[in-house]
């Protein structure tokens, strides 16, 4: 299957700023997948990226909160932007791996807003 | 609006003592059941995918099996390393993989 490298593991940042989580992959994949998990809840799909498009946001989230870059077809990168302490949650990343694998996700990075 | 749902919440079991974690669904047009183990700190590790009803997938001590509504996911003997979150997420065609918020599955020696 697929190895999803994705850093930070973790931050701790002040409100206001903005943080990029980075998410490597070891092979070429169409579409890569953004997801927030929030404390004691499950994973929310925030938007998908394809290379060479717009990325596609899901109900709740917009593109100058949560800006996404896919430059090619094995990295993105997420941000997230004028942070504030709602927004601490765990960011994980994903791709669809063939029916035997699933979706295989990054160990994800662990955000605290302070 | 396609729902998943898992029970219980948290479930804790003795070493060896066998038990089932319980994934309802309201998938339109389901293309596929996933299972997933999560570790504290860690992103999900895939277990299984099901496909069909009667469909049923086994890894070491857990078994996976699928009904038109709901699925399972069977320990047998659990040992204290099979601790950890187990989530359930259903695919459809129209809609992106949907999670239910997951079973604590705690085992005791």
């Known amino acids: 299957s697929a190895v999803i490298s994705q850093k930070p593991s973790r931050d701790i940042c002040q409100r206001g700023t903005s943080l990029t989580i980075q998410c490597q992959v070891d092979?070429?994949?169409?579409?890569m997948f953004w997801y927030r998990q929030q404390p004691g809840q499950s994973l929310t799909l925030i938007a998908t990226?394809?290379?060479?498009?717009?990325?596609?946001?899901e109900s709740g989230f917009v593109i100058d909160k949560f800006p996404i870059s896919r430059p090619n077809l094995t990295f993105s990168t997420l941000t997230v932007s004028n942070m504030s302490p709602e927004d601490s949650s765990i960011y994980l990343c994903?791709?669809?791996?063939?029916?035997?694998?699933?979706?295989?996700f990054g160990s994800g990075t662990r955000l605290t807003v302070v | 609006e396609d729902q998943v749902t898992q029970s219980p919440e948290a479930l804790r079991l003795q070493e060896g003592e066998s038990s089932s974690l319980n994934c309802s669904y309201t998938v339109s047009g389901l293309r596929g059941l996933f299972w997933y183990r999560q570790d504290p700190g860690k992103g999900p590790e895939f277990l299984f995918t099901?496909?069909?009803a009667g469909e049923e997938k086994e890894k070491e001590r857990l078994k996976a099996t699928l009904t038109k509504k709901e699925s399972f996911l069977h320990i047998t003997a659990p040992k204290p390393e099979d601790s950890a979150t187990y989530l359930c997420a259903g695919l459809s065609g129209n809609t992106p993989l949907v999670f239910g918020k997951g079973t604590r599955l705690s085992v005791i020696a």
């Open positions: 099901l496909y069909s």
């Open positions: 994903s791709v669809e791996w063939g029916p035997n694998y699933g979706y295989t």
């Open positions: 990226a394809n290379q060479g498009s717009e990325a596609t946001y």
């Open positions: 092979s070429q994949v169409t579409m």
